[in-house]
């Protein structure tokens, strides 16, 4: 069945410095979704990429849907304490079923 | 505007006993997404209503079912409960648009603890 891996799984960073999550699936994906879930919190909605090699920017957030619709990133500029938690993207290969990643779980060091 | 509401926040129950979770999407919203989200894991899809349907369904036991009101909002059945069914249990709520790409809100899910 579709698999669908986020590296790296857990990433710790000095604030100020830059984060970069990658997201791979087994298959050719419609479209993707990028979601932040908090320490005892629900998933978020950030993003939603559905254009092959689509770039889409939130201040510092900035996310790519890679050519080939198998790949995507995000990446964080400059990461404050905010930032921390667990991020999923979530893609669909042309069905209502979403497919969520394994989730790369950030910690911010002050 | 209420985002996702989901009813009751904790919840423990005995092995082989059954559950009913609750789910109303916001408003506007009229379809309905199930996740089961294990500690330390992505949320895993159960399935998804709209119209008062099941249009898909995850990999998931039968003993797992749900329903649609007219009203949009969803119920979440569990019967024979397995220590393994123990989980955050996400109701996530999407406007339809065109093409099938789902915005997905989520709620704040309920515990389920199995004994």
């Known amino acids: 069945g579709q698999q669908v891996m986020q590296i790296p799984q857990y990433q710790h960073v000095q604030e100020g410095e830059d984060f970069t999550t990658y997201c791979n699936s087994s298959?050719?994906?419609?479209?993707i979704q990028w979601y932040k879930q908090r320490p005892g919190g629900h998933p978020v909605f950030l993003i939603q990429?559905?254009?092959?090699?689509e770039v889409k920017k939130q201040k510092r957030l900035t996310f790519q849907f890679g050519e080939a619709k198998k790949n995507s990133s995000l990446h964080i500029t400059a990461t404050q304490t905010t930032d921390v938690g667990t991020y999923f993207c979530?893609?669909?290969?042309?069905?209502?079923?979403?497919?969520f990643g394994t989730g790369t779980r950030l910690k911010v060091l002050a | 505007d209420a985002g996702v509401t989901q009813s009751p926040t904790h919840l423990i129950k005995t092995r082989g006993q059954q559950v009913t979770l609750r789910c109303s999407p916001k408003?506007?919203?009229?379809?309905v997404s199930w996740y089961q989200q294990a500690l330390g894991q992505g949320p895993q899809f159960i399935f998804q209503?709209?119209?008062?349907?099941?249009?898909q369904r995850g990999n998931f036991p039968d003993r797992f079912s749900g329903h649609q009101f007219p009203n949009y909002s969803s119920e979440l059945n569990v019967n024979a409960l397995l220590l393994g069914d123990s989980a955050l249990y996400l109701c996530?709520?999407?406007?339809?648009?065109?093409?099938?790409?789902?915005?997905?809100?989520f709620g704040p899910g309920t515990r389920l603890t199995v004994t």
């Open positions: 990429l559905v254009k092959s090699g």
């Open positions: 979530a893609g669909t290969s042309g069905t209502y079923k979403y497919i």
């Open positions: 996530a709520s999407s406007p339809m648009l065109s093409g099938g790409a789902l915005t997905q809100y």
């Open positions: 298959t050719t994906l419609s479209n």
């Open positions: 408003s506007g919203h009229d379809t």
């Open positions: 209503y709209y119209e008062e349907e099941e249009r």
